[in-house]
Nanobody, 127 residues
Framework: QVQLVESGGGLVQTGGSLRLSCAASGRTFSSLHMGWFRQAPGKEREFVAVIRWTGGIGYIADCADSVKGRFTISRDNAKNTVYLQMNSLKSEDTAVYYC?????????????????WGQGTQVTVSS
């Protein structure tokens, strides 16, 4: 069982930055695929970013086109933590952001690929 706890959300002005953190429990964090999703009011949960474990090769990060060049996903295995650095925030980035973990995933773009979820953290971007 893996428990995920997000933090770092809040209110920020357009063009500002936030860094979300997701702390994971368990001793196998390094082999977990980790993702970030978000859900705005009245909308479905959507993929934001993923960092996949590839075994001996290391990790591969990917993100949605809507955040490419602005958001960066990273991880610190020593701290069992995954991060989402969000720069140049826009009003359309306003959502609840969720951290997710999966033991076996494909590309990691679909919420159904993940086994564990955090409770979410609110990000509000004001103009």
């Amino acid at each position: 069982q893996v428990q995920l706890v997000e933090s770092g959300g809040g209110l920020v002005q357009t063009g500002g930055s936030l860094r979300l953190s997701c702390a994971a429990s368990g001793r196998t964090f390094s082999s977990l695929h980790m993702g970030w999703f978000r859900q705005a009011p009245g909308k479905e949960r959507e993929f934001v970013a993923v960092i996949r474990w590839t075994g001996g090769i290391g990790y591969i990060a990917d993100c949605a086109d809507s955040v490419k060049g602005r958001f960066t996903i990273s991880r610190d295995n020593a701290k069992n933590t995954v991060y989402l650095q969000m720069n140049s925030l826009k009003s359309e980035d306003t959502a609840v952001y969720y951290c997710a973990a999966g033991r076996r995933i494909g590309a990691g773009y679909a919420a159904s690929e993940y086994d564990y979820w955090g409770q979410g953290t609110q990000v509000t971007v004001s103009s």
